[in-house]
């Protein structure tokens, strides 16, 4: 079945540093969407990425669709303490169910 | 407007209880979807609900279960509880005009606990 593959599992930055979390497919994505939970918290939706090679920016988060549409990563420049949480990718490539990833951990150390 | 409504947020019960869970979506939402989230495995998809009917559903056995009513809001049940199924429990609902690309606004999430 469709697998979706989220690394790293876990990260840890000094404030300031940037973070990188790649989603990998065996299955070409048709939609991806980024998620993001605070600890304690929801999901909340960030982005939904639909053309190959898509690229989209929000403030310090970059966001790219592979030019295959089997990957994907979210980019977080200059991390602030506000930043930390988990972060999920999602795709709706079959039928009416999401497959996420299994998120990236985001510590920022002040 | 009033986000997505799950209850009760916190319950405690025993191996072999049942319990039902609650979920409001947001106002004019007809999908409903279902999640259990444990630490390390992420999203797991449970089922997911468009106008009462359910359209597809996840890998997990038959004690888990849902419905949804006239007014999108649904419930989900879980039978004969077993202590692997504490878990935070999430519900999502969209708009979903049958494209399937709408984003997913979660509730705050049922914990269950299983002693």
């Known amino acids: ?43 909340v939706f960030l982005i939904q990425l639909v053309k190959s090679g898509e690229v989209k920016k929000q403030k310090r988060l970059t966001f790219q669709f592979g030019e ?18 988990t972060y999920f990718c999602a795709d709706t490539n079959t039928g009416n169910q999401f497959y996420f990833g299994t998120g990236t951990s985001l510590t920022v150390i002040p | 407007k009033a986000g997505v409504t799950q209850t009760p947020r916190y319950l405690i019960k025993t191996r072999g209880q049942q319990v039902t869970l609650s979920c409001s979506p947001i106002s004019g939402h007809r999908s409903v979807s279902w999640y259990q989230q444990t630490p390390g495995q992420g999203l797991q998809f449970l089922f997911e609900y468009f106008s009462e009917t359910q359209r597809n559903k996840g890998n997990f056995p038959g004690r888990f279960s849902g419905r949804q009513f006239s007014n999108s809001r649904s419930e989900m049940n879980v039978s004969t509880l077993e202590l692997g199924d504490s878990a935070l429990y999430l519900c999502a609902s969209s708009l979903d005009g049958g494209t399937r690309t709408g984003e997913l606004f979660f509730g705050e999430g049922s914990r269950l606990t299983v002693l």
């Open chain 1, 1 to 43: 079945g469709q697998q979706v593959m989220q690394i790293p599992q876990y990260q840890h930055v000094q404030e300031g540093e940037d973070f990188t979390t790649y989603c990998n497919s065996s299955t070409t994505l048709s939609n991806i969407q980024w998620y993001k939970q605070r600890p304690g918290g929801h999901p």
């Open chain 1, 68 to 85: 295959a549409k089997k990957n994907s990563s979210l980019h977080i420049t200059a991390t602030q303490t506000t930043d930390v949480g």
